[in-house]
């Protein structure tokens, strides 16, 4: 029951690894490509069971929680037994006929214009399974989604164009060190596919929404987002500025990670129409901003 991922209401598939590793990232858990479990401290009533369960000795409870080693083979055995729901797995291995057979069932509420997004992690690096998914649904009649960092062989995207209704296209960061610096990775290969894939786009009457995440101290400049506005142009149907939110700290702290960006405030609704508007006079008309903002002044003395 998606709708940020997307036109009308979709079912969203988060593929597990990600080539990137963005240092404000909301899908830490999507990160590796290994299923893993997770432990919910809130839930949990130090039974032990899990320790117990385990046939690898993979799991132990100490005074700081609950703890999986290298030895996990994430068999589930654990998950299963704990009484109290406080394990969960994150990741499940699936073939392409069951995950097909999964998707349908939410047919009822796609509609016209929703249907399936395949988002991550990255999509891109699982693409021969994405490939044979997206040709069954648009074999069915679905509407297909793909919501991609643009981090991949030029090739890759080219194989999943014809069986792609539309494109989720992440552009972070124009400055290249900055973009290594946040993400690890340099935007080169991102810009010169996101080229190719417009170009395409328009060839095919393909669609082209690109996002790009507001994060303080990071994206937020005034640089990036007229850069970026240079880059997006008129090439795509809609550029969406989404706000920093911090919504994802619990996964971090259940992780057993520190996020850089935990302390991090919302961004203020002032600042996400200036950046929108820069975006706009910058050459990118399509720009819009999306997601929650810092209350202003006004609005916390009306609550009070
Ligand atoms: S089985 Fe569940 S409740 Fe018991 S110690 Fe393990 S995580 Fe906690
Ligand atoms: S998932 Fe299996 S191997 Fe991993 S900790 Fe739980 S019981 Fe052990």
Redesign the pocket.
């Known amino acids: 029951m998606s709708t940020e991922d997307g036109p009308g209401l979709r079912t969203t598939v988060f593929f597990k690894g990600c080539p990137l590793a963005c240092t404000w990232c909301h899908n830490p858990e999507s990160l590796s490509p290994k299923s893993h479990?997770e432990w919910l401290p809130v839930r949990c009533i130090g039974c032990r069971t899990?320790e117990s369960?385990?046939?690898?000795k993979?799991?132990r409870l100490d005074e700081t929680g609950v703890h999986?080693s290298e030895q996990?083979?994430?068999?589930?055995?654990?998950?299963a037994a704990c009484p109290t729901q406080a394990l969960e797995m994150k990741g499940i291995d699936d073939t392409v006929d069951a995950l097909f057979d999964t998707l349908m069932k939410d047919r009822a509420y796609w509609g016209g214009e929703g249907g399936v997004t395949l988002s991550g992690g990255e999509v891109t690096l699982q693409w021969k399974e994405a490939l044979q998914l997206l040709q069954k649904l648009k074999a069915a009649g679905v509407n297909t989604a793909v919501d991609t960092c643009g981090f991949t062989q030029w090739e890759t995207l080219q194989q999943l164009l014809p069986v792609t209704d539309i494109f989720l296209y992440d552009l972070k960061l124009f400055e290249d060190d900055l973009h290594k610096h946040f993400t690890g990775q340099s935007n080169a290969q991102i810009l010169d596919n996101f080229d190719r894939l417009t170009a395409a786009c328009r060839e095919t009457g393909k669609r082209i929404w690109v996002r790009t995440p507001i994060i303080p101290g990071a994206t937020d400049t005034d640089d990036n987002i007229r850069a970026l506005a240079g880059v997006v142009r008129d090439r795509a149907e809609k550029w969406e500025l989404c706000a920093f939110n911090n919504l994802c700290r619990d996964k971090y702290e259940r992780l057993g990670k520190t996020w850089a960006f935990k302390d991090a405030k919302l961004m203020p609704k002032a600042r996400m129409e200036a950046l929108t508007a820069l975006a706009r006079e910058s050459g990118a008309p399509c720009a819009v901003w999306s997601g929650s903002t810092a209350l202003e002044d006004s609005e916390k003395e009306e609550r009070s």
């Open positions: 479990v899990c369960v385990c046939p690898q993979g799991i999986t996990c083979t994430a068999c589930g055995a654990c998950t």
